[in-house]
């Protein structure tokens, strides 16, 4: 199963504890999709979960320019 979480109007380190939060309600096997603003959140938040131990499957850029879409498994 697939969850999503936008977290574009956040900024550090809320981004991150957000992303986690939502990670600690789904199941193990699931993935977890995350919108997310170029600059900070993209370097800290995919650095952050492989750090917790979870596994970042894809770091895309979407068609919205400044946002990129982050896919991590629980």
Aim: hydrophobic residues 35%; charged residues 30%.
């Amino acid at each position: 199963m697939k969850h999503f979480l936008d977290i574009t109007r956040e900024t550090c380190p809320m981004t991150f504890v957000k992303v986690k939060l939502k990670l600690a309600n789904i199941n193990k096997g699931e993935q977890l999709e995350v919108l997310l603003n170029a600059g900070e959140p993209l370097e800290n938040v995919p650095r952050s979960c492989e750090e917790q131990g979870f596994k970042v499957l894809s770091n895309e850029p979407t068609d919205e320019e400044g946002k990129y879409m982050l896919v991590i498994e629980k």
